[in-house]
């Protein structure tokens, strides 16, 4: 019988599995492409074992996710798997007691802490911290616990948003998206990963949550604060490496869908980091290594041996171990990128008017294609105005001068990462729409052969599914043999 290995992404929209074999190639896939948000699509007899009483239709619409796309995969992988990695959205968390049940409603990626609670944060938290920001995990996780505790009056313990379950123990815990659905598969309580927890606060060099963390949750009104009608105290999760097996299976899911009894549950990681790690496939990381996604926003990583970051660009750094190496994935996200196209032209258009396109030569127009106001990378200004002019009559002409910008804009930003300290890119590997472009990637090409030499070559990813990045996560780190 074969084995398998299992990544799922838990992304913005919807659920994905991908099943790699010994030799990372895709045996299954399966999909859930919206989260449901009630039980019309049905709960699975396991589901009911495993998650009594939950009444969060947020939550319950990733548990039912996972098990529409655990149940879609065939027979013989789910009998076959021998690991399982699970990624979520970053900064997604909710507060849970002891068994699991959520005790608040949740805050996903996007979410912004409200200005009490960030003012609080940031009285706690060192200046510059990637924590401080308003969309990071810890104000959001204060928040939450404001909340739990009927400070700020937005949730009642008898709201309908959730129901406040005891558990065996007074421990509520911080969990994370991926860290929950994790949970449903291992049944270990209060486990995270190095990726997910960046963004709390934890220090990913010394691999230790910080003494001012600690000290604020010790300290700080009211994270220190103990009701007496509650007696509860909020856990901080305890850090695994990605894919650091947790536990194997649990027997419901045995049971139920037949998979097999020593599948490894392995700890979590971030979307992005997934992503990343599909994009560069099949190679092994290596410093040098780049990502430019050219989605709606133009995301750029680079592989680097000393881990790089600056608040003022929004640069941080995941941490990546492999193979007795630790790299770090450097990243900064520019607000240039399809969006801007998507304003001037639909998808026809795009493929007509590139054709249309000498791709030899750069236009000589020169913009700064945001769909709003504000970039934070390469450039830091706030009040950046977008700049569109002159647009020719010819939309070929425009067309050439905004893919011609975009490309040097792309340069401009890795000249930023090496500048802060990151290597120079050996192989700049490309996914989102854009990288379907040849027009588009000769520009980029010329564009950053004339910034960096030698010149990093530039290629389009094989993969770019988070949940194969998962895969080969945990086909790297978990082997039940």
């Given at each position: 019988m074969?084995r398998?290995?299992?990544?799922?992404?838990?992304?913005?929209?919807?659920?994905?599995?991908?099943?790699?074999?010994?030799?990372?190639?895709?045996?299954?896939?399966?999909?859930?492409?919206?989260?449901?948000?009630?039980?019309?699509?049905?709960?699975?007899?396991?589901?009911?074992?495993?998650?009594?009483?939950?009444?969060?239709?947020?939550?319950?619409?990733w548990?039912?996710?996972?098990?529409?796309?655990?149940?879609?995969?065939?027979?013989?992988?789910?009998?076959?798997?021998?690991?399982?990695?699970?990624?979520?959205?970053?900064?997604?968390?909710?507060?849970?007691?002891?068994?699991?049940?959520?005790?608040?409603?949740?805050?996903?990626?996007?979410?912004?802490?409200?200005?009490?609670?960030?003012?609080?944060?940031?009285?706690?938290t060192?200046?510059?911290?990637l924590?401080?920001?308003?969309?990071?995990?810890?104000?959001?996780?204060?928040?939450?616990?404001?909340?739990?505790?009927?400070?700020?009056?937005?949730m009642?313990?008898?709201?309908?948003?959730?129901v406040c379950?005891?558990?065996?123990?007074?421990?509520?815990?911080?969990?994370?998206?991926?860290?929950?659905?994790?949970?449903?598969?291992?049944?270990?309580?209060?486990?995270?990963?190095?990726?997910?927890?960046?963004?709390?606060?934890?220090?990913p060099?010394?691999?230790?949550?910080?003494d001012?963390?600690?000290?604020?949750?010790?300290?700080?009104?009211?994270?220190?604060?103990q009701?007496?009608?509650?007696?509860?105290?909020?856990?901080?999760?305890?850090?695994?490496?990605?894919?650091?097996?947790?536990?194997?299976?649990?027997?419901q899911?045995?049971?139920?869908?037949?998979?097999?009894?020593?599948?490894?549950?392995?700890?979590?990681?971030?979307?992005?980091?997934?992503?990343?790690?599909?994009?560069?496939?099949?190679?092994?990381?290596?410093?040098?290594?780049?990502?430019?996604s050219?989605?709606?926003?133009?995301?750029?990583k680079?592989?680097?041996?000393?881990?790089?970051?600056?608040?003022?660009?929004?640069?941080?750094s995941?941490?990546?171990?492999?193979?007795?190496?630790?790299?770090?994935?450097?990243?900064?996200?520019?607000?240039?990128?399809?969006?801007?196209?998507?304003q001037?032209?639909?998808?026809?258009?795009?493929?007509?008017?590139?054709?249309?396109?000498?791709?030899?030569?750069?236009?000589?127009?020169?913009?700064?294609?945001?769909?709003?106001v504000?970039?934070?990378?390469?450039?830091?200004?706030?009040h950046?105005?977008?700049?569109?002019?002159?647009?020719?009559?010819?939309?070929?002409?425009?067309?050439?001068?905004?893919?011609?910008?975009?490309?040097?804009i792309?340069?401009?930003?890795?000249?930023?990462?090496?500048?802060?300290?990151?290597?120079?890119?050996?192989?700049?590997?490309?996914?989102?729409?854009?990288?379907?472009n040849?027009?588009?990637?000769?520009?980029?090409?010329?564009?950053?052969s004339?910034?960096?030499?030698?010149?990093?070559?530039?290629?389009v990813?094989?993969?770019?599914?988070?949940a194969?990045?998962?895969?080969?996560?945990?086909?790297?780190?978990?082997?039940?043999?």
């Amino acid at each position: 019988m074969g084995r398998y290995w299992l990544g799922i992404d838990f992304g913005t929209s919807g659920v994905r599995t991908i099943a790699v074999d010994e030799m990372g190639a895709v045996v299954a896939h399966s999909r859930a492409d919206s989260y449901p948000n009630d039980y019309a699509n049905g709960v699975s007899d396991v589901g009911e074992q495993i998650n009594q009483g939950y009444s969060l239709p947020q939550v319950d619409s990733w548990w039912i996710a996972l098990g529409q796309v655990l149940a879609a995969l065939p027979q013989a992988v789910r009998s076959g798997l021998a690991g399982i990695v699970i990624d979520g959205t970053s900064a997604t968390v909710v507060l849970c007691d002891g068994a699991g049940v959520p005790v608040t409603g949740v805050k996903i990626y996007s979410d912004r802490a409200g200005d009490q609670s960030l003012a609080a944060i940031q009285q706690i938290t060192p200046q510059g911290h990637l924590a401080r920001s308003a969309t990071a995990t810890w104000p959001k996780v204060y928040e939450l616990w404001q909340q739990y505790l009927g400070i700020n009056g937005d949730m009642r313990h008898d709201s309908q948003d959730f129901v406040c379950h005891d558990a065996d123990n007074n421990n509520i815990y911080v969990m994370h998206q991926a860290d929950l659905c994790g949970y449903w598969l291992h049944g270990r309580m209060g486990i995270t990963d190095y990726h997910n927890a960046l963004k709390l606060g934890y220090d990913p060099v010394r691999l230790a949550y910080p003494d001012w963390l600690r000290d604020g949750l010790k300290n700080s009104h009211p994270l220190h604060q103990q009701p007496r009608d509650l007696g509860r105290h909020l856990n901080l999760p305890q850090v695994f490496a990605p894919a650091q097996p947790v536990g194997y299976i649990r027997a419901q899911w045995v049971e139920s869908l037949g998979i097999a009894a020593d599948c490894l549950i392995g700890a979590g990681t971030t979307d992005s980091t997934a992503a990343f790690l599909a994009s560069i496939a099949p190679s092994a990381p290596g410093v040098g290594m780049a990502v430019t996604s050219l989605g709606s926003t133009m995301v750029l990583k680079v592989l680097a041996d000393e881990p790089v970051s600056d608040p003022v660009y929004g640069v941080y750094s995941h941490r990546w171990d492999q193979d007795g190496a630790t790299f770090w994935l450097v990243g900064g996200a520019s607000n240039v990128g399809g969006a801007v196209l998507r304003q001037f032209f639909s998808d026809a258009e795009l493929q007509q008017l590139t054709a249309a396109i000498d791709p030899r030569f750069d236009s000589p127009l020169e913009y700064y294609p945001l769909p709003q106001v504000g970039e934070r990378f390469p450039l830091n200004d706030p009040h950046l105005l977008p700049q569109l002019t002159p647009r020719p009559a010819d939309n070929a002409a425009f067309l050439h001068g905004l893919l011609t910008s975009m490309a040097r804009i792309e340069a401009q930003g890795y000249g930023v990462l090496r500048d802060l300290g990151a290597p120079w890119p050996k192989q700049i590997y490309t996914t989102g729409g854009g990288a379907k472009n040849p027009v588009w990637t000769q520009l980029r090409q010329r564009q950053i052969s004339q910034k960096f030499q030698p010149a990093p070559q530039i290629l389009v990813a094989r993969e770019t599914e988070a949940a194969y990045g998962s895969a080969l996560l945990a086909r790297s780190k978990l082997n039940c043999n």
